[in-house]
């Protein structure tokens, strides 16, 4: 197949490029500016980087363009997922300036920002090799940043990552190998023939396809390893993965159940991911309860969450495929907020993460108190948050196509969701006079800025839904 | 807009609040008072004001719409005038952030009552449940009540959530309260309705779902539990008839028997409880169960006259309820205690506070003249009219026991001989008279005019009812 290749090609994936280039600036900026201006710099341009890559990116909103012969498609949708992931590159580079001590941070940063860029190829990617392109360039950077805290948490979580997110990109591959031997092509849009259906090579493939996303995705059974690794991992890598990741895998899941299948399997191919998805909707509010880390604590609230979100794709409506992308939206939000006021807490790194320091915190900071609050209280799907409104959106689509049965397994894990949630307000607010905890960390405006933004979102999205239009038709 | 500037007003005054240097908290009573105030004042001038904003169009359409129904009205009122009554007796420690969640519940629960709309229903649903689960963390006494009440309301809410939703899907549009016009069928319309109603037994509550609200109520500070017991538990019987009733009729009918059975047991429980309690906030909460069983009754019965009986009995429990926890919250002020056993003969040395008790006692035993009476009165006439007569009979065995409870918590703290060891202080200070006077005067009002309150004909609801022959 001859692909010609041409300009337009080029700046489909200019968002791409121009994160890729600000973490280049990043590194040479590093080298050159003195000692104490080093964590700003390296900071300030990746901001900036972002925010450049964020307006480049939304001039392709209207367009419904394939880039190089159909494996990074331009769109909607691609455009969605692309800004979510540079949300929660731009929160999480911020906190970068809150923890940590005096140290050169570009390297952290770029890696960041190349993080960043294999999660928004995969938000376009329209193709397997594209895909696992994406998946790869997000995972490699991970690993590396997973282990840079100079504590034994910190490799463990990286060692951990490593060997078992290669596991499920090994599965990955795998079903990626036999879907191009059931289809002879690459491209996603090749799977939807319906001579596909009698051959097992198809089913086998998708399944294992499947699985690697599913492993991504931190869904039941395969979702032990992300507790430890959020748990080790420094504060703003943790906030990155605890969206980025979700939002490349929840792209890739999404083009393939909705542009990728041939008509007839959806059904019984993707029933088991409901099934686990309910499952984890359980099993993630159940391992909440146990917690005495914020990390660990989001972990077990992602697994819940990402359960939520593949309610809205259950049965494949295009309805609820916008709001999957409207509650992942508000659950970036949500995390990096709580992230944000973290690591306002956080004198060396671990600090903000324990729950046990939030004790009398609605006392010593109420402003931090009361954004944490609100951040809690939106993962639990309280009003007047934009929690709430995606849970009753996820609901009516729910029932709306018919799987009214994981709207009640998700009324029933959000309920036992509460009491992890408001166990964090309560220790916050509860009169507790032999209190012995550090003070807060000095002001760091950056994060509250953050937090701040964070809060102002979660209030607007719920009074201004904006759920994508636009975004089911582009899918390819 | 004065309807959205009745909810954002006390909201943000709350809000406000916290901004107020905390001395001594007298600042923020005269804050918060004068707010309470002003959206009573503002609710009184404009009863049919409405606002209406367009929120969702898809997968239904919805709006940020309030606006008075004829039932919320009363209940409205009543809110705004029990919230201003309680700002003004509040004397509890750390003053000022007790009075800043008293004023966000007052315009949870406005927004709430006003909201013409299931979504912004649902959404000031679970919104009301924080300042009452702060509060019960603050300064309550035991942490398990404030995890109980919580959970326990908040699955309610979550099935409300789920009902809404699925309301919306089948109806196509959620901006339906007070209309009369509504009626959904289909299949899911069972698990709609039982939706609904979960949450609504569990927040009124009824037995056997009642676990929460004891401890709730004799753990939190009184000024609060005045406004949790009168207003707050209405909010079920509010939705039974605006939602269940207005909407699906059928349903609510076919499981009148089960309503009226959990009613009357309800009633039967609350009232035999009480008689045993040592406690006199849980007397006055196992008296809630009782008196709202009786409403649930008469929703229950689909009888119209029934239902007038169930507005005016509604705003009569609230301003009894609301006076007698003020009463023993003033009696708790003095003498540090709320247990009988340690209470007595404070009547000859507290004349005026002993007289508002007396009111108060008098009103919710059902004394006629007084607005409990009127309530109880019409209701049973048609609950009985609508052929229920062996629920009419067992009905009004807890109305005897009534007396009995209500005289026995009226003896032990006002009559006898006073106790040694308590120390007896000052009587009702002007200020306290001040807060607990318009709920008597109110008691006293509705008690020998009712009729007023059926001046907005709630007719649109029961006429669903009526039409398809409620007389058996």
Redesign the interface.
């Known amino acids: 197949m001859n692909v010609i290749v041409t300009n337009a090609d080029y700046m489909a994936l200019a968002p791409v490029a121009v994160v890729a280039v600000t973490a280049l600036a990043v590194l040479l900026a590093d080298l050159l500016s003195r000692t104490y201006a080093q964590r700003y710099v390296a900071i300030g341009i990746g901001l900036a980087g972002l925010a450049i890559a964020s307006v480049v990116a939304a001039r392709g909103y209207g367009v419904d363009y394939a880039a190089f012969g159909g494996a990074f498609v331009l769109g909607g949708f691609s455009v969605v997922f692309e800004e979510i992931v540079i949300v929660a590159a731009l929160g999480s580079l911020v906190l970068y300036g809150a923890i940590g001590r005096e140290e050169r941070m570009g390297g952290a940063v770029a890696l960041m920002l190349w993080s960043a860029c294999g999660a928004m190829l995969m938000a376009g990617a329209a193709n397997l090799m594209m895909i696992f392109l994406g998946l790869e360039l997000l995972s490699l950077a991970l690993y590396c940043l997973c282990g840079l805290a100079d504590r034994p948490t910190s490799r463990e979580s990286a060692l951990k990552y490593l060997i078992l997110s290669s596991v499920a990109s090994g599965f990955m591959l795998y079903g990626m190998a036999l879907l191009f031997g059931a289809s002879g092509s690459v491209q996603l849009s090749a799977l939807t023939n319906a001579a596909l259906l009698s051959n097992p090579l198809f089913w086998m493939g998708s399944g294992f396809f499947l699985v690697g996303i599913a492993f991504k995705l931190s869904l039941v059974p395969f979702h032990t390893w992300s507790p430890d690794v959020y748990e080790g991992a420094p504060l703003p890598v943790t906030a990155f993965m605890s969206v980025a990741t979700k939002a490349g895998a929840l792209a890739v899941f999404g083009r393939f159940i909705y542009a990728a299948l041939p008509s007839g399997a959806a059904d019984r191919l993707l029933l088991p991911v409901w099934i686990i998805a309910a499952i984890s909707m359980i099993a993630g509010n159940v391992g909440m309860l146990a917690q005495h880390d914020l990390k660990r604590l989001l972990a077990y609230s992602g697994i819940a969450q990402v359960g939520y979100i593949l309610t809205a794709f259950a049965g494949g409506t295009a309805?609820g495929m916008r709001y999957a992308i409207y509650y992942l939206a508000a659950y970036a939000f949500m995390n990096l907020g709580a992230f944000a006021v973290a690591a306002t807490l956080s004198e060396d790194e671990e600090e903000g993460s324990r729950l046990a320091n939030y004790r009398g915190l609605g006392r010593r900071h109420?402003l931090a108190a009361a954004f944490m609050t609100i951040f809690m209280?939106a993962l639990a799907?309280?009003?007047?948050t934009a929690g709430?409104l995606g849970?009753?959106?996820i609901?009516?689509?729910s029932?709306?196509a018919g799987y009214?049965w994981m709207?009640?397994v998700l009324?029933v894990g959000?309920?036992i969701s509460?009491?992890a949630y408001?166990k964090v307000i309560?220790a916050m607010?509860?009169?507790d006079e032999n209190v012995q905890v550090s003070d807060t960390h000095p002001f760091v405006p950056l994060a509250w800025i953050s937090a701040a933004a964070c809060f102002v979102a979660l209030i607007v999205m719920t009074?201004y839904?904006l759920?994508p239009s636009n975004v089911l038709p582009l899918v390819r | 807009m004065i309807a959205l500037i009745v909810i954002l007003l006390p909201i943000a005054a709350g809000f406000a609040l916290y901004a107020v240097p905390d001395a001594h908290g007298r600042t923020s009573k005269i804050i918060g008072t004068a707010v309470a105030a002003a959206t009573l004042l503002m609710t009184a001038a404009q009863p049919h004001a409405e606002f209406s904003m367009r929120w969702l169009s898809r997968p239904f359409t919805a709006s940020l719409h309030f606006g008075a129904t004829p039932v919320s009205i009363w209940i409205v009122l009543l809110l705004a005038l029990c919230t201003t009554c309680a700002i003004l007796a509040t004397n509890v420690p750390r003053r000022r952030n007790f009075i800043a969640q008293m004023l966000l519940l007052e315009g949870a629960m406005m927004g709430l009552f006003l909201a013409r709309d299931l979504m912004a229903f649902a959404l000031f649903w679970d919104l009301m449940l924080l300042p009452v689960f702060f509060v019960l963390v603050n300064w309550g006494e035991h942490t398990a009540t404030a995890w109980r009440y919580f959970l326990y309301n908040f699955a309610g809410g979550l099935t409300l959530l789920l009902a809404t939703a699925a309301f919306g899907i089948l109806y196509g549009s959620t901006d339906v309260i007070g209309r009369a016009d509504v009626h959904i069928v289909g299949a899911w319309v069972p698990w709609i309705f039982a939706g609904f109603a979960f949450a609504f037994l569990i927040k009124t509550p009824v037995w056997p779902l009642h676990t929460w609200m004891p401890p709730t109520y004799s753990d939190m500070p009184s000024p609060m539990v005045a406004v949790v017991s009168s207003v707050q538990s209405k909010a079920g019987l509010y939705g039974l008839i605006v939602i269940g009733m207005a909407f699906m009729p059928d349903y609510l009918r076919a499981y009148s028997g089960a309503f009226i059975v959990l009613g009357v047991v309800s009633l039967l429980y609350g009232a035999f409880v009480a008689l045993t309690q040592n406690d006199a906030k849980r007397i006055v909460a196992y008296s809630s169960l009782s008196h709202l069983g009786l409403i649930v009754l008469a929703i229950a019965s689909f009888n119209p006259i029934a239902l007038k009986g169930a507005i005016v009995y509604i705003v009569a429990h609230g301003l009894f309820s609301a006076a007698l926890f003020l009463i023993i919250g003033y009696v708790e002020d003095r003498e540090g205690t709320r247990s009988l056993a340690r209470l007595g003969g404070l009547g000859a040395v507290n004349p005026r506070l002993a007289g508002a008790f007396t009111i108060a006692v008098l009103a919710a035993l059902g004394l006629p003249g007084l607005a409990g009476f009127a309530g109880e009165i019409v209701i049973l006439t048609g609950v009985f009219q609508a052929g229920y007569v062996w629920p009419t009979i067992l009905a009004l065995v807890p109305i005897v026991l009534a007396s009995a409870y209500m005289l026995r918590l009226f003896q032990d703290v006002m009559n006898g001989p006073a106790v040694e060891d308590v120390p007896v202080r000052r009587d009702l200070t002007w200020l306290e008279g001040i807060a607990i006077a318009p709920l008597l005067l109110a008691l006293v009002l509705v008690g020998v005019n009712p009729h007023a309150l059926t001046v907005f004909d709630p007719a649109p609801y029961s006429v669903a009812a009526s039409s398809q022959g409620v007389v058996r």
């Open positions: 309805i109420p209280l799907g309280f009003p007047p709430f849970k009753i959106l609901l009516s689509s029932v709306n009214a709207g009640g009324i959000t309920a509460l009491y408001a309560r607010y509860a009169r009074f839904p759920t």
